[in-house]
Every structure is written in structure tokens, then in C-alpha cells.
């Protein structure tokens, strides 16, 4: 039954919807084929004329959207069927219906109050329905394609509280998520709810209460800031505090419901306050109607931040005439608010633009005529739509008003050049019949010539005319360059042209005077320098005016591109007979590309020739302590004898010899002169010490000087010395002081060889010591388990950073004697006979010598004691390798009667310890001996022998 009445809604639902009779796509913007010539430019905009939307039924709160295309989606509130439903309509931005009334609720009740949002071609709708007395909040979604309209949600009730709740505003996402406010009543007093949905209507949580305030919270606004992460969602409402009285609050919340704000009074209002507002990524803009201190209600606006913070406080926006103006409604486009309002006194709807400072531009616009009521506004790129509705004969209907923006732009720029004189026609036109001046800057390079207002209609021509330096440049033409116009289109208001002035010009640098000694010559150099913007070509000519001065080359040609330079050199000779005094030289540029002339005199200085030169080694590396040799050579290479007088001069006061101090010098010939330097001791490497040697001339006063710089070579040594040895256990301890006696810090790197090099920590390996700094060294040397006692050298070398050896030490590791040994013995027995199985072992670190003597107590016998193959009679001497064993056998010579004994065995260390072990036994017919009387009496003796380190250990033990 249920799916039976849900399709016959649908189907009543969808046959409702009119198709206008076209042919053309309805995504097509129709202003183009439906242009209205009555457009009349008012305050920067082309208002169209009014356009009727409705002929049946009662009208009310009707609400406007834009879509990409330029064209409108309006929802409204209509009883044309005797109850309030909710009706869709498209329009173009003429008011030309893409899409007839379409009814999309069909209910027995009351649909009212809707508020629409859009999300691409989807069309979400809430309002607040009548059920059973009480109101509830519905959702529906249709959907506008190329052919038809579709309902993609039927109406569903997306809120019901136990209690009413009402005026429901709705946004949506770039992602598609539907975000609601309504007020609802508590049981107590109304408060502002907010919950999010997705575009089906469900429910992605529950709604969460906003206000939370005891007294009455309604009349809720909504904004949200969207991107493809995040949304942040403003809402604003009424208040009927008691103190300070009604008031507008703010708050902010992410889009999961998460307050980011607590709630904020942003102004105290009357009791019919209406707000909206729009939210920006940085700004909010509010406005909202209040009448104060008993005077009409006018329009007030509020800047807020992100936040909510108040950047700029209540700024009335409409005239104080003592007239309503109510239900105001804002859009945000260009960084200018778009206004309307219902203004109760002429019962007409207006319009206005302001900056976002509360300032308005133009004057307040009568968007429609008298009986005109609840405006909406909505705006896209090229244009506003206002839709409102208006009383006829006692009854509402809907109408709708469009302003479009004209599309200025700069249509060409023509350009002429006159050498460095530029002349600038500009066209600029316009889609609309303007009849309005309009601002027009032209700059060059980014610096504005020209700024002036143009009267403009269709078209208009700037003419302008600029002096223009060489190069490139860019013209730049802006219209409208501070926005005053609502402009469809701003990127073509400004346009570009590059030009580029062509410069010759040149420059030519050469020096005033050059001195020449008699039969010699000398090179000489001039500069050239493109200084224009253009590549050109130079004819260059030398020109002597004496007959004594020659130059090669005379003439030369140069081509050089812009900025370039190129140097003149040439040669200049005199004779031998040349007569000593001034000569002249002319230079002279002409200039391919422009014809012009320039020339440069340079005076010729003729002398004779008496000249000298200097030749030496400008830098030396001396050692500290050591004595270095500077040689100097003088030689005349003029025609006549010459002296010469010496000096040296030196920064430092280190001891310093001169050889000579004057020499007479024939010409063609020279002198050595030396100057000997000591570098004192203590002197850090790289130290330096300059020594000036000036040589003049008696004949001529000419003075030579000669450079010559002292460097300190750096000096790697060092000195080093044990400080002590010691030992600890198996650890040896070597501490050595280090000090760099080099000019130069040094890294000291230590490096062990020898016995126990390989078990060596040094610290530290390496150590930076200034110089004369000295330092400490530490090695432990680990001496291994089982080495052998003795005295073992270790060798301790210096290394520096190149691997050069500064010092080397050496030093002996003793290990001292370690006696330690264990003797075993074992009894073996068998049918009346007897003998002991005996094992030294030498775990010292030091061969051991053993005496060992084997005697039966109260009875003299004798006893072979055999080791290595080897007997021996009652005694032996025997050597035992460190880590070594050696196996004695003890037994009688003759065979024993039956009977108890007593065998004492003597060991006597070659440290000189001795110590005996008894061993009782007994023989018996039996052929052996009573062994449980052996195994308690005898198990086992232990006999430890002390030697420096180390014992013996005795084991006796029987076997069968």
C-alpha cells in the first residue's frame, strides 16, 4: 500500500513539471536572443525592465539562485491550489522561462517558509511543513538536465521535534553535503539547531543545539566557506535577551558540528529584526534591518572577521526618512555588496552597492514599483537577478528584475614612433550603450603618463603622446582601473604592447697623456663603448700631427652590439732624434649608424731615455731561527751611467742586512743587492713581514719600488717523553706528555707497534696542540692470559696530519713470573700388583722444574718412577713448558706382600716449596684391595702449593 501511494506522488509530482516549447538547449544563456533595448545604464549597471513570473494563486518569500550559465533557479511559496505548496521556476537572465511553474509539493497542508541551495544542477529545497498542528522541517532535491527537470529526493521530513520548529535556511558544499539551521521550541523557549545531511536527506548527525540560551533564539541565518577539505559554517540569529534586550548572535562551527566560537552579541536590535549575511574565506558580511531609539527600521552593516570579530560596528545604509526598510538581502561579488530591501513607506523593493566599508557607490535604485514586498538577490559573473513579490488586486504574484554587467574592455592600441617620441591611440568599447564616462590610465614601463575620464557610449578613442627613452618598453592601457564598474569581464580592461626605441650612441675613453723615452715605444689603449641600444659599426682613426711620433695601426674598424666594448690598442714610436718635449695624437670615432663624430687629443711625452728596471722574487718562505737572503737586480737599461741609492724598509722589527746601499751602474749592465733577514724564533707559521726596497735614480729623481713579501714557512716538530708505566692486573698503563714545538698547530696522531700493539687504547689517538702546547697521552696495553714472563718493547711514534714523523719513544713491558700447576694422581690396580698414574701440569706463564721422590712409609723399598719412556729409580728431576703437561708412572720395583702400606710421594717446586702427598693402600690374596674402605678413607686429597701466583693441586684417585 505504502509503495503504491509513494509512486502516485511521484507520478503527481513529475506531471506537474512544464517544459517550455523550444528547441534550444535551456543551459543556454538566452540574454543574447531575448536582449531587452530598454536597458538602462544606472550606477554602473545595465538594469533591465521589470518581468512578471506569476499569474495564478498567492505568491510568498520567494528565493532566487544563479547558476554557471547565467541564468536564475527561484523557489517559492504558492497557493494557487488552495493549500501553501512549494513551486520551482527557471528563468534566463531576461526573465525568459526555461522551465514553467513546476509545483514540487502536492500536500493536503501548509508547505511554507522554503530556502533553496544549490550544488551543481541540483536544486535542494527545505521548508517547514504543518503536520497534526505541529511544524516540521521537509527536504527535497530536484535536479535541472538539458531536457527535462526531475524530482531525485521526493519531499521527506528531515526534522521532527516534539515541539515546532520552523524558518529553516539550507547550504551545500563544493563536496555535496547539505548543512540546515532552524529555530525549534524546546518546551521552555525557542533555540537555533543545526545539523549536516547529505544530498539524499540523510542525516550525518544528529542536530545539535546552537544557542543554548534560556530565552528565545530565532530568525536563524546561514553562511558557509567551502573548498575541498574543509567547511566552516556561520550562523546568525535573533535574541529577546531581557537585558540588553533583543540582540543579534554569532557563532561559528566546523562542518562536523564542533564549535569554533562561543556565542557572540554582535549588536543590539528591535524586535522585528531581519539579518542576512555572506561569508567570504576572510570576511563576513552582515546587514540587517533596526529601528532604534524609537525611529523607523533602517538597513545596518556589520563587518566581521573569520571569527566573528567586529572590524567595522554598525553603519546605516539606508537614509534616515523616517520610512521602514526591512527584509534585507546581500550578495558578495567584486568587492562590492549587492543590497535589497523592501522599503515599507514607497512599499517598494531597492537596491544599492556598497564597498565592503559600508560606503556607497551610486545612489539607492527602485528596482520595482509600489506594493512590493520580501526581496531576494542572487548574483553570477555577468549578472544580478532580484525577485520579490508584488500586490495586485489584493493578491501576490511573483517578479523578477535583472541588472547585467557590461563588458568594457580595451579594444586595440595603436602605436607610433617618432625618434623618442611615442604616439598612442587607443579604442575602447562596450557591449552596452554606456553613456557613461569611464577612467582610463595608459603607462609605460609601469609609471602612469596618462589617467583621465572617458566618455564613452559603444566606443570611445584616448589619444595620448609620451617622450620614450632607447629599449624596450610596455604599454600598458587599464579601463575602469579602480573597479567603479560592475564589469562582466575584467581581464580584457587591461591590455599590453611592447615597443622598443632604437639609440646610437657611443663613448670613448683614452688616456689624456702617455710619457715615451726617446728611440723606444709603448703600447697604448683606448676604450670604445656601445652605449646605444643597437648593434653598430666605428671607423677609427689615429692621426699624429708630428713627424717624430709614429702609430701603428692608423686606422682600425670595430663592430660592437649593445653595452659591448672593445679596447683600441696601438703602438706608438719616437726616434732616437726625437726632440724631447709634448706631442699630440688624435683619436677619431664615426659612427656607422648615426654619422656622428668623436675624437680624444692624448699628449705625447717625449723624454730621454735614462731608465732602470727592478727584478725580483716578490714572495720567500724563511724558517723561524734561520737566516733567508732576499736578492735584488738592479740593471740600467738606458744609454747613460747612472747611481743609484738603496733603502729597505720592513714592517716588523726583525734583524735585517743590506749589502749596498748605493751602486753605480754603466749602462746595459747591473747590480745584485741582498738583504739578509733572520726570522726569530717563536714566529707563527704564516706570519708575514713586508720589505719595501726603494731604488732611486740621481740622474733622473725616478724612484722604483720594490715588494717583496715574508712569509713563515711552517715548522712541524714536536717533543715527547714517558711520563710513567704502570701495571694493574693484566692492564699496563704508559702516560706520555706531548709538546708541539713547531710555529704551527698541529694534529699529533699516536700509533703503537710492538708486543701488544694490537691490544692497545690510546686517548686520545689524535690531539690538535697549538703551538709550544702541551699534552697528555694515555695507553693501556692489555697483556693476554698465557703470555710468558718477560720484558717486551713497545714502540710509541708521533705522526702528524701528512704522516710525517714528529717524535718516537720505546718502552719495555715486563710480565712478571706466574707459578701455577696442578698435580692429578691416579691409582691402578690389578691381581697383586699396584701403581700410580701421576700428572704435572704447568699453568703458569714460566717453565717449572719438579723434584719428585717416591717412598713407602716404614718400609724400604724401591719405586721406578717412569717419565717420557725414561726410568728412574726412587727420585727424578723433570721441566714443565708453561701450558704444558707431563705423565709420570709410579710403581714398585718388586711385588709387595699382601698386606696395608703408606706411599708418601715428595714434589719439591724449583722455587724451592715442597709438600707431600700420602696415599694409603693395601694388597690382599684377593688379587686387589679393600675398595670401600679405600673409596672413604682415601677419596680424594688436595694439596695446594703456593708459588709467587699460582698453586698445586692434587688429585688422587683409584681406578680398576
Known amino acids: 500500500m505504502k509503495t503504491i501511494l509513494a509512486s502516485t506522488v511521484m507520478i503527481l509530482l513529475i506531471s506537474s ?121 521537509y527536504y527535497t532535491r530536484i535536479y535541472y538536465g538539458p531536457d ?9 521530513p528531515i526534522h521532527t521535534g516534539k ?44 542536530p545539535i543545539n546552537v544557542s543554548r540560551d534560556p530565552s528565545n533564539s530565532t530568525d536563524p541565518a546561514l553562511s558557509i566557506v567551502s573548498n575541498q577539505t574543509v567547511t566552516y559554517v556561520h550562523i546568525m540569529w535573533l535574541d529577546d535577551s531581557t537585558t540588553p534586550g533583543y540582540s543579534i548572535f554569532y557563532r561559528k562551527l566546523d562542518c562536523c558540528g564542533y564549535f569554533l566560537t562561543p556565542p557572540r552579541r ?48 554598525d553603519t546605516n545604509l539606508t537614509p534616515l526618512d523616517g520610512i521602514d526598510s526591512t527584509y534585507p538581502h546581500i550578495a558578495f561579488y567584486q568587492d562590492r555588496i549587492f543590497l535589497t530591501y523592501a522599503d515599507l513607506g514607497t512599499e517598494s523593493v531597492k537596491f544599492a552597492l556598497y564597498t565592503t566599508s559600508g560606503k556607497i557607490t551610486g545612489s539607492i535604485f527602485n528596482v520595482s514599483s509600489a506594493q512590493s514586498f520580501t526581496p531576494d538577490i542572487a548574483v553570477s559573473e555577468k549578472s544580478a537577478g532580484i525577485v520579490w513579490v508584488e500586490e495586485i488586486n489584493s493578491t501576490m504574484f511573483l517578479f523578477f528584475r535583472s541588472a547585467v554587467f557590461p563588458d568594457i574592455k580595451v579594444k586595440n592600441i595603436n602605436l607610433k614612433l617618432n625618434e623618442n617620441r611615442a604616439n598612442i591611440t587607443v579604442n575602447i568599447s562596450s557591449d552596452f550603450n ?26 570611445a578613442t584616448v589619444n595620448a603622446s609620451i617622450n620614450v627613452s632607447g629599449g624596450d618598453h610596455i604599454l600598458t592601457v587599464i579601463v575602469d582601473p579602480e573597479h567603479n564598474i560592475i564589469d562582466a569581464n575584467f581581464t580584457n580592461n587591461i591590455a599590453n604592447k611592447t615597443f622598443f626605441v632604437s639609440v646610437y650612441s657611443f663613448r670613448l675613453y683614452a688616456p689624456s697623456a702617455i710619457s715615451l723615452s726617446a728611440g ?86 717625449i723624454t730621454p731615455l735614462i731608465q732602470f728596471s727592478l727584478e725580483y722574487q716578490s714572495i720567500y718562505y724563511f724558517k723561524p731561527g734561520t737566516f733567508g737572503n732576499i736578492t735584488l737586480k738592479i740593471k740600467n737599461i738606458g744609454t747613460v751611467n747612472d747611481t743609484y741609492r738603496i733603502y ?69 716538530s714536536a717533543y715527547a717523553y714517558i711520563v710513567s708505566t704502570s701495571k694493574n692486573g693484566s692492564i699496563y698503563y704508559i702516560n706520555i706528555r ?117 717412598v713407602l712409609k716404614s718400609k724400604n723399598i724401591t719405586w721406578v718412577l717412569r717419565v717420557n719412556n725414561l726410568n728412574y729409580t726412587n727420585e727424578t728431576t723433570i721441566t714443565v713448558e708453561p701450558n704444558s703437561t707431563v705423565n709420570i708412572v709410579i710403581y714398585p720395583k718388586t711385588q709387595l706382600p699382601n698386606g696395608k702400606y703408606t706411599l708418601i710421594i715428595h714434589i719439591i717446586s724449583g722455587e724451592g716449596v715442597s709438600k707431600n702427598s700420602t696415599i694409603p693402600f693395601e694388597i690382599s690374596s684377593k688379587g686387589g684391595f679393600d675398595i670401600v674402605s679405600f673409596f672413604f678413607d682415601n677419596l680424594i686429597y688436595i694439596t695446594i702449593l703456593a708459588v709467587a701466583i699460582g698453586g698445586l693441586v692434587a688429585f688422587i684417585r683409584k681406578r680398576d
Open 738 to 854: 706531548v709538546r708541539n714545538t713547531g710555529n704551527i698547530a698541529e694534529v699529533v696522531n699516536i700509533h703503537c707497534s710492538g708486543n701488544f700493539s694490537d691490544y692497545a687504547y690510546i686517548s686520545p689517538a689524535s690531539t690538535l696542540l697549538e703551538p709550544e702546547q702541551w699534552g697528555n697521552i694515555s695507553i693501556s696495553l692489555y697483556i693476554p692470559e698465557n703470555t710468558l714472563a718477560g720484558a717486551y718493547p713497545v714502540y710509541i711514534k708521533g705522526y702528524c696530519g701528512d704522516n710525517e714523523t714528529l717524535f718516537s719513544l720505546s718502552v719495555n713491558v715486563v710480565v712478571e713470573p706466574v707459578h701455577r700447576y696442578t698435580v692429578e694422581i691416579e691409582r691402578v690396580s690389578s691381581k697383586n700388583s699396584i701403581s700410580f698414574d701421576m700428572k704435572i701440569r704447568n699453568q703458569g706463564n714460566v717453565m717449572e722444574v719438579f723434584t719428585i721422590m717416591a
Open 148 to 156: 527535462n527537470i526531475s524530482i531525485e529526493v521526493p519531499p521527506k
Open 266 to 313: 554582535l549588536s543590539v536590535v528591535s524586535p522585528k529584526t531581519m539579518v542576512d549575511l555572506q561569508a567570504t574565506e576572510n570576511s563576513i558580511y552582515t546587514v540587517f534591518s533596526c529601528a532604534r531609539e524609537n525611529s523607523s527600521y533602517e538597513i545596518i552593516y556589520t563587518l566581521l572577521n573569520s571569527s566573528g570579530i567586529t572590524l567595522i560596528d
Open 434 to 459: 554606456m553613456n557613461t564616462y569611464v577612467n582610463c590610465m595608459i603607462l609605460v614601463d609601469n609609471d602612469s603618463f596618462y589617467s583621465n575620464a572617458v566618455y564613452i557610449t559603444n566606443s
Open 520 to 605: 723606444n715605444y709603448t703600447e697604448v689603449s683606448a676604450i670604445l663603448i656601445n652605449t646605444g641600444n643597437m648593434k653598430d659599426s666605428y671607423s677609427v682613426h689615429i692621426v699624429s700631427n708630428s713627424t717624430e711620433v709614429l702609430v701603428s695601426p692608423t686606422w682600425m674598424n670595430i663592430n660592437l652590439s649593445p653595452e659591448q666594448n672593445s679596447f683600441l690598442n696601438f703602438t706608438v714610436y719616437s726616434k732616437l732624434s726625437s726632440t724631447p718635449g709634448a706631442h699630440n695624437l688624435t683619436v677619431v670615432i664615426i659612427s656607422a649608424g648615426s654619422a656622428k663624430l668623436l675624437s680624444e687629443n692624448i699628449t705625447v711625452i
Open 17 to 137: 513539471i512544464f517544459i517550455p516549447i523550444s528547441s534550444q538547449n535551456p543551459y543556454i544563456n538566452r540574454f543574447s536572443d531575448h536582449m531587452d533595448k530598454g536597458y538602462t545604464f544606472k550606477d554602473n549597471i545595465m538594469w533591465g525592465g521589470v518581468k512578471r513570473l506569476t499569474w495564478f494563486g498567492n505568491a510568498s518569500d520567494p528565493v532566487i539562485l544563479s547558476d554557471d550559465n547565467g541564468n536564475y533557479d527561484v523557489v517559492w511559496a504558492d497557493n494557487r491550489y488552495g493549500n501553501w505548496d512549494i513551486y520551482y521556476l527557471k528563468i534566463t537572465v531576461n526573465g525568459f522561462k526555461l522551465v514553467n511553474d513546476t509545483r514540487i509539493t502536492s500536500y493536503s497542508g501548509e508547505d511554507i517558509k522554503p530556502s533553496a541551495a544549490k550544488y551543481g544542477n541540483n536544486i535542494c529545497i527545505v521548508w517547514q511543513r504543518l503536520i497534526n498542528g505541529r511544524w516540521s522541517i
Open 163 to 206: 515541539y515546532n520548529s520552523t524558518n529553516p535556511k539550507i547550504a551545500v558544499d563544493t563536496r555535496g553535503f547539505v548543512f540546515v539551521v532552524w529555530q525549534e521550541y524546546t518546551g521552555t523557549n525557542w533555540d537555533i539547531f543545526y545539523q549536516k545531511f547529505d544530498l539524499n536527506g540523510n542525516p550525518v548527525f544528529a
Open 648 to 716: 729597505a724598509f720592513q714592517e716588523l722589527n726583525w734583524p735585517m742586512e743590506i749589502s749596498n746601499t748605493s751602486e753605480n751602474i754603466t749602462p746595459c749592465n747591473y747590480k745584485l743587492i741582498n738583504v739578509r733577514l733572520l726570522v726569530p724564533n717563536g714566529i707563527a707559521a704564516y706570519s708575514k713581514n713586508i720589505i719595501q726596497i726603494t731604488v732611486i735614480s740621481n740622474t733622473t729623481g725616478i724612484i722604483k719600488n720594490a715588494t717583496v713579501l715574508i712569509i713563515v714557512a711552517p715548522m712541524k
